[in-house]
């Protein structure tokens, strides 16, 4: 039991060994070159095995704000390494979604051209991808999960007496679940929010559009579970934080020349 209580005491030793673009302690291990590997392989599944949206319009709209606000980025976080090149799909999927993998891929659903009304709605969602691959959530996320299975390995050999075999490693799963992964992903979201924010509005599109796009998916995505077991900030919680970053990114978005990205 000492022994992979002494393993975890490692792990959340080495927990500062990195900094994110927002100055945030973090633990990433995994090289980056096997992590673009990983999300090229994954992106170039779901290219072959979901359907692409191939409506022209959608197609430019999205590639425009996407072009946008990576130069924005690029501006804003001049010390960030960033992806040789960007690779943005729209798939065919009627959910309000997106997502972005290690690499520089992000996927749009047909969905969230739904829900996000506006090009600077759009760009809330899109610049928030493009802040999770700057601040690379993948490989700490991909590192917590090696080290959590690390743990409970260990444990699962040396463990003794009572809690000792199965019933105590899904304890411990349960319990590092709940007090590693969950919250880490919640500080993930909500740091991609923060970055998204100032992001777009580098990019000259207004950020006040942010808190309009997530009242629209709270009015279009209905019930949500407790936020304590959920990866993602409720709205109200994402609506909150984005408010209080509203000053700084309302001075970005009045010094920022707008952009020509028409919806």
Same mark, same amino acid.
């Given at each position: 039991m000492s022994r992979g209580l002494s393993v975890l005491a490692v792990l959340l030793a080495l927990a500062g060994c990195g900094e994110t673009p927002t100055g945030r302690s973090q633990l990433a291990l995994v090289p980056e070159g096997l992590m673009a590997e990983m999300g090229g392989d994954a992106f170039a599944e779901m290219r072959q095995t979901r359907p692409i949206e191939r409506d022209p319009a959608a197609n430019r709209l999205v590639q425009c704000v996407?072009?946008?606000?990576?130069?924005?980025?690029?501006?804003?976080?001049?010390?960030?390494?960033?992806?040789?090149?960007?690779?943005?799909?729209?798939?065919?999927?009627?959910?309000?979604?997106?997502?972005?993998?290690?690499?520089?891929?992000?996927?749009?659903?047909?969905? !969230? #051209?739904? =829900?996000?009304?506006?090009?600077?709605?759009?760009? +809330?969602?899109? %610049?928030?991808?493009? &802040?999770?691959? @700057?601040?690379?959530?993948?490989?700490?996320?991909?590192?917590?999960?090696?080290?959590?299975?690390?743990? !409970? #390995?260990? =444990?699962?050999?040396?463990?003794?007496?009572?809690? +000792?075999?199965? %019933?105590?490693?899904? &304890?411990?799963? @349960?319990?590092?679940?709940?007090?590693?992964?969950?919250?880490?992903?919640?500080?993930?979201?909500?740091?991609?929010?923060?970055m998204g924010l100032a992001i777009m509005a580098t990019a000259g599109f207004d950020p006040r559009q942010s808190v309009a796009l997530w009242r629209n998916m709270a009015r279009a995505g209905g019930g949500q579970p407790p936020e304590f077991l959920s990866t993602h900030p409720a709205h109200g919680s994402r609506i909150e934080a984005l408010e209080r970053d509203m000053s700084d990114a309302m001075a970005a978005y009045r010094n920022a020349s707008k952009t020509g990205c028409a919806g």
């Open positions: 996407a072009r946008e606000l990576v130069a924005a980025a690029e501006t804003r976080y001049p010390e960030v390494e960033m992806p040789e090149a960007w690779e943005v799909v729209v798939f065919d999927d009627p959910s309000p979604n997106a997502f972005a993998l290690p690499g520089g891929r992000i996927g749009v659903h047909t969905g !969230l #051209l739904r =829900v996000a009304e506006t090009p600077d709605q759009l760009a +809330a969602v899109i %610049g928030h991808e493009v &802040a999770h691959v @700057l601040a690379d959530h993948g490989n700490e996320r991909f590192t917590q999960q090696l080290g959590i299975k690390a743990v !409970l #390995l260990v =444990v699962g050999l040396v463990g003794e007496g009572e809690l +000792a075999g199965e %019933g105590l490693r899904q &304890a411990l799963g @349960l319990g590092a679940r709940l007090g590693i992964a969950l919250p880490f992903s919640r500080a993930h979201e909500e740091e991609a929010d923060r």
